[in-house]
């Protein structure tokens, strides 16, 4: 099966802005991998941010956004929070199945 | 309200088997494909398999470290997905989470599987 990478740590100050992206081991992400972004707390049930590529459900905070960037699915975060440090995971989708990014963990110090 | 609950995890020795449940509500369960998903003590997520809806078959796919050994089931008279665990190892040990795979995934609170001697 593929193998999907993310970068393991990213730091972002409160109020500013970071791109987390999602690549695979067969080539570009496309719209046709349907990129899904989750968060996960210590503690707490993941919970789904993006689905689609660039989809949010009604929950979902205006400040995230996905896209595909540079052959890559990409989830942004604009004007981060305390509350937003979590694990990110993101998903594609292949012809065998569904593989999982090693997840991103993000603080926001 | 759609509510999903996993049951069955527990304690169990290597070679043995399992089953897990996902009691669903709040939703018509027989349209949706269900996944499973777990979480290894440190580790991150990883897709174990799916199952889709019996409108398309009843499909199932697995990610390969289970495949041949791992089955996910459903009954949706009684809206429940099962993941049938077999041949398990101590690296299968983790919390394992039922999702309802729409577009938007919905996810259980999941239950922690031990795999040891």
């Known amino acids: 099966q593929a193998v999907v990478t993310q970068e393991p740590s990213l730091t972002v100050s409160p109020g500013g802005t970071l791109t987390l992206t999602c690549g695979s081991s067969t080539g570009a992400v496309t719209s046709g991998h349907y990129p899904y972004w989750f968060h996960l707390k210590p503690g707490q049930a993941p919970r789904t941010l993006i689905y689609d590529t660039s989809n949010k459900h009604s929950w979902t905070p205006a400040r995230f956004s996905g896209s595909l960037l540079g052959g890559k699915a990409a989830l942004t975060l604009s004007g981060a929070q305390p509350e937003d440090e979590a694990e990110y995971y993101c998903l594609l989708s292949y012809s065998d199945g569904r593989v999982f990014g090693g997840g991103t963990k993000v603080t926001v110090l | 309200e759609v509510q999903l609950v996993e049951s069955g995890g527990g304690l169990v020795q290597p070679g043995r088997s399992l089953r897990l449940s996902c009691t669903a509500s709040g939703f018509i369960f027989g349209d949706y494909a269900m996944s499973w998903v777990r979480q290894a003590p440190g580790k991150g997520l990883e897709w174990v398999g799916f199952?889709?809806?019996?409108?398309?078959?009843?499909?199932?796919k697995y990610a390969a470290s289970v495949k041949g050994r791992f089955i996910i089931s459903r009954d949706d008279s009684k809206s429940i997905a099962y993941l049938q665990m077999n041949s398990l190892k101590t690296e299968d040990t983790a919390v394992y989470y039922c999702?309802?795979?729409?577009?938007?995934?919905?996810w259980g609170q999941g239950t922690l599987v031990a795999v040891s001697s």
């Open positions: 199952i889709g809806s019996n409108s398309y078959g009843g499909t199932t």
């Open positions: 999702a309802r795979t729409a577009a938007y995934w919905d």
